[in-house]
């Protein structure tokens, strides 16, 4: 019994110094002392392979070793598939190939697709864009090799991978994927077989394109937070004009979720630089003049909270966060000295009112409202910035 148990320790010495000799030859790319090492002692490489601890594929790609020692050590290792799963340190994931594009090692990566590579093998659910990205590798030149080895562009927002992307990588993505070779094929298809189209089938086939890539509302969020208006500009350039008017729309929306009156400034900024193509997004009159009419329905409608509830220091501010919106204002038949008066609000509140919104009469409402509140004084306030 006890020299069993000496034994087992003894094994274990063995088993790490052939380990450590053929890790030595690997270092050095030697094939030929490794035949020659594992002949002589009589070993089996797959044997010194211990899960999730050592794996001989994992070592040598992450060595940046030879094509040709991942070739032998795949083989002579017996692995069942290239495709397999190894956890580092508990929590990391790693597969040969995912690793290979770690390390930027392109030949190697080939290498791994020659022997039955899937470039869209999934480590548990996450596609191999994903665990780039969680690897912060997930380079142009990565994203061109994945993408050039036939990924499966239908998942490409899985786990909402596009809200994380920059803007060079999403580019890149949308210029790949969107009028690709085969939606080019389809079109020669079409006319070679001398199919006709309608308006409508075409635009549904050119819509289909163009949606193939869902770029997610949080990628959206994120760059009107961020001001990063090129950036939605050079999304829009890959959607066509169908697509834009409703996609526009939404765009403001996404800046009416939260705290709205906060993002009435950028929604302003925003609608001026489409409209004056600072911003080369199409969209039309029509659609300019219905967001500018719900942006105003907006400020007035927050205008009015802080009037109806006596907040006169959001007023004050909600003034200075918007002052260059009120300086352009369209708008101008809304009757703000009314509502005003009738609220109590001070004379230097609506001589900052009339700033933005000036008046060229005094209306007789206004006095017999001014009487009522005994507040005879802001008729001569509003008299004096009366606009002839």
Same mark, same amino acid.
């Given at each position: 019994?006890?020299?069993?148990?000496?034994?087992?320790?003894?094994?274990?010495?063995?088993?790490?110094?052939?380990?450590?000799?053929?890790?030595?030859?690997?270092?050095? =790319?030697?094939?030929?002392?490794?035949?020659?090492?594992?002949?002589?002692?009589?070993?089996?490489?797959?044997?010194?392979?211990?899960?999730?601890?050592?794996?001989?594929?994992?070592y040598a790609i992450g060595k940046n070793?030879?094509?040709?020692?991942?070739?032998?050590?795949?083989?002579?290792?017996?692995?069942?598939?290239?495709?397999?799963?190894?956890?580092?340190?508990?929590?990391?994931?790693?597969? %040969?190939?995912?690793? $290979?594009?770690?390390?930027?090692?392109?030949?190697? $990566?080939?290498?791994?697709?020659?022997?039955?590579?899937?470039?869209?093998?999934?480590?548990?659910?996450?596609?191999?864009?994903?665990?780039?990205?969680? #690897?912060?590798?997930?380079?142009?030149?990565?994203?061109?090799?994945?993408?050039?080895?036939?990924? =499966?562009?239908?998942?490409?927002?899985?786990?909402?991978?596009?809200?994380?992307?920059?803007?060079?990588?999403?580019?890149?993505?949308?210029?790949?994927?969107?009028?690709?070779?085969?939606?080019?094929?389809?079109?020669?298809?079409?006319?070679?077989?001398?199919?006709?189209?309608?308006?409508?089938?075409?635009?549904?086939?050119?819509?289909?394109?163009?949606?193939?890539?869902?770029?997610?509302?949080?990628?959206?969020?994120?760059?009107?937070?961020?001001?990063? #208006?090129?950036?939605?500009?050079?999304?829009?350039?890959?959607?066509?004009?169908?697509?834009?008017?409703?996609?526009?729309?939404?765009?403001?929306?996404?800046?009416?979720?939260?705290?709205?009156?906060?993002?009435? %400034?950028?929604?302003?900024?925003?609608?001026?630089?489409?409209?004056?193509?600072?911003?080369?997004? %199409?969209?039309?009159?029509?659609?300019?003049?219905?967001?500018?009419?719900?942006?105003?329905?907006?400020?007035?409608?927050?205008?009015?909270?802080?009037?109806?509830?006596?907040?006169?220091?959001?007023?004050?501010?909600?003034?200075?966060?918007?002052?260059?919106?009120?300086?352009?204002?369209?708008?101008?038949?809304?009757?703000?000295?009314?509502? $005003?008066?009738?609220?109590?609000?001070?004379?230097?509140?609506?001589?900052?009112?009339?700033?933005?919104? %000036?008046?060229?009469? @005094?209306?007789?409402?206004?006095?017999?409202?001014?009487?009522?509140?005994? =507040?005879?004084?802001? @008729?001569?306030?509003?008299?004096?910035?009366?606009?002839y």
């Open positions: 019994m006890n020299n069993l148990n000496e034994e087992k320790p003894k094994h274990h010495t063995i088993i790490n110094q052939n380990r450590k000799t053929i890790v030595k030859f690997m270092k050095n =790319n030697d094939i030929i002392n490794i035949k020659k090492f594992i002949f002589e002692n009589n070993i089996k490489l797959k044997s010194f392979n211990v899960n999730n601890k050592f794996d001989f594929l994992i070793l030879s094509p040709s020692m991942v070739r032998y050590l795949y083989k002579k290792c017996h692995y069942k598939t290239i495709n397999y799963k190894f956890v580092l340190r508990r929590k990391n994931i790693l597969t %040969p190939l995912l690793l $290979a594009l770690i390390k930027s090692n392109y030949v190697l $990566a080939e290498e791994i697709l020659k022997n039955g590579g899937d470039i869209n093998y999934k480590m548990i659910k996450y596609n191999i864009l994903y665990c780039l990205y969680n #690897y912060k590798s997930l380079t142009t030149k990565n994203v061109k090799f994945i993408l050039n080895h036939g990924f =499966n562009i239908d998942s490409i927002n899985d786990h909402n991978l596009i809200s994380k992307l920059n803007m060079d990588i999403l580019q890149l993505i949308l210029k790949r994927c969107i009028f690709d070779n085969a939606f080019i094929l389809k079109l020669i298809n079409i006319h070679v077989n001398k199919q006709t189209l309608s308006e409508e089938e075409l635009n549904d086939l050119i819509s289909s394109e163009t949606n193939k890539i869902k770029v997610t509302d949080e990628w959206y969020q994120k760059a009107l937070s961020n001001k990063r #208006y090129k950036d939605i500009e050079e999304v829009y350039y890959y959607k066509d004009i169908n697509y834009n008017r409703q996609e526009l729309k939404q765009l403001f929306l996404y800046l009416e979720m939260e705290y709205a009156y906060l993002r009435i %400034p950028e929604q302003y900024r925003l609608l001026k630089q489409v409209e004056t193509q600072q911003i080369k997004i %199409p969209m039309t009159k029509d659609d300019l003049d219905e967001q500018y009419n719900k942006l105003y329905v907006l400020l007035f409608k927050f205008l009015n909270y802080f009037i109806g509830y006596g907040k006169l220091r959001g007023l004050r501010e909600f003034f200075r966060e918007n002052e260059f919106v009120f300086k352009d204002i369209r708008y101008t038949e809304y009757d703000m000295i009314t509502y $005003a008066i009738k609220h109590d609000i001070s004379n230097h509140c609506i001589k900052r009112i009339l700033t933005y919104f %000036p008046v060229s009469e @005094i209306k007789d409402q206004w006095r017999e409202i001014a009487n009522e509140k005994k =507040n005879r004084s802001v @008729i001569k306030i509003i008299q004096k910035t009366l606009k």
